[in-house]
């Protein structure tokens, strides 16, 4: 129904007249309520979230404007929610916020030690088969962090999916440092800077071949 990816106009960007495309967003009826699906907390957010941008825009690392965001928003009180494989930068990162003056509670990924077959999963579907191999548990760590009282969560390297999770059940507000990608060194867009070379044929499969699922 909308293909924004296609677009050639961007007028909701760039042009001033707002000459929208027949099968724009921005020119459905509907849009037209899109400021009012914003509640006084929305409003509020959305403010502080254009302020940072303004503020640090090309000059701030995204640590930076979240922590100038947090400050913004008068969050104090943060969490972090974190793949156990990137424990230690978890730990930098509870340090530099610490050192910033935030309250921080940090809980990872395998909390609870809730075991894969509890979910249906077999032997075989560990990734390492014949372990003890408990099963990430982001909706554990949403409750956690509301038990702690955090009022602003941050993702650090959740797996695809368990982020979903985490994002569906998070009580406060979440941002995202950074998306895990073993592969490309936790940086997934690289993949979009490459698939017209080196990755090309593993993203443009031949007819047929684009179902990877196990």
């Not at 100038?68 to 009180?77: I, L």
């Not at 088969?129 to 408990?134: A, C, D, N, S």
């Amino acid at each position: 129904m909308y293909r924004c990816t296609e677009c050639g106009i961007v007028a909701c960007s760039e042009d001033p007249e707002r000459r929208f495309p027949g099968d724009c967003p921005s020119a459905a009826p509907e849009s037209a309520g899109d400021l009012a699906a914003y509640d006084a907390d929305d409003l509020e957010l959305a403010r502080h979230a254009a302020l940072v941008e303004a503020g640090g825009y090309c000059r701030q690392t995204r640590l930076e404007e979240t922590m100038a965001f947090a400050r913004r928003c008068g969050f104090s009180h943060l969490g972090i929610a974190f793949c156990v494989g990137l424990q230690r930068e978890a730990a930098v990162l509870d340090e530099v916020l610490t050192a910033n003056g935030f309250t921080v509670d940090s809980v990872l990924c395998k909390n609870g030690a809730l075991e894969k077959e509890a979910f249906g999963l077999s032997d075989a579907d560990k990734i390492e088969p014949g372990t003890y191999e408990p099963i990430c548990n982001p909706v554990g760590q949403a409750r956690a962090l509301e038990r702690a009282g955090t009022q602003f969560n941050i993702v650090l390297g959740l797996c695809v999916g368990h982020d979903s999770l985490f994002f569906k059940h998070s009580h406060a507000p979440v941002t995202v440092l950074a998306a895990k990608d073993r592969v490309l060194g936790h940086n997934p867009i690289a993949a979009l800077y490459l698939a017209d070379g080196y990755y090309h044929d593993k993203l443009h499969p031949a007819a047929g071949e684009g179902d990877t699922a196990g």
